[in-house]
């Protein structure tokens, strides 16, 4: 099992910058891929960026590409969101999520195993 917990959400102005974090315990983590979804108010959670175990290849939703960067250290059990020019439209609560099973990158909810609580990002314009 993966136990995860985010941490370094909170509010920013547009342009700026977070970085969350994704601490995660458990023996598997090192062979999970990894990724970060987010939910704003009344929409549906959405994808935002995966990764694969080893942390060499990664996959961005459009939406977020080019401005987040996601990346992993095995020897700390993390996984980071770098968030740069945010803008208000990426306000939400941000999720990160645990693939078990072999590996490997996914864009869909659906194939990750592992959730955390949460952390929210408010961007004002």
């Known amino acids: 099992q993966v136990q995860l917990v985010e941490s370094g959400g909170g509010l920013v102005q547009a342009g700026g910058s977070l970085r969350l974090s994704c601490a995660a315990s458990?023996?598997?983590?090192?062979?999970?891929?990894m990724g970060w979804f987010r939910q704003a108010p009344g929409k549906e959670r959405e994808f935002a960026a995966a990764l694969d175990w080893s942390g060499s290849s990664t996959y961005y939703a459009d939406s977020v590409k080019g401005r987040f960067t996601i990346s992993r250290d095995n020897a700390k059990n993390t996984v980071y969101l770098q968030m740069t020019t945010l803008k208000p439209e990426d306000t939400a609560v941000y999720y990160c999520?645990?693939?078990?099973?072999?590996?490997?990158?996914?864009?869909?909810?659906?194939?990750?195993?592992?959730w955390g609580q949460g952390t929210q990002v408010t961007v004002s314009s």
């Open positions: 458990g023996r598997t983590f090192s062979s999970s891929a």
């Open positions: 999520a645990a693939r078990e099973a072999d590996g490997r990158i996914s864009k869909f909810r659906s194939e990750y195993e592992y």
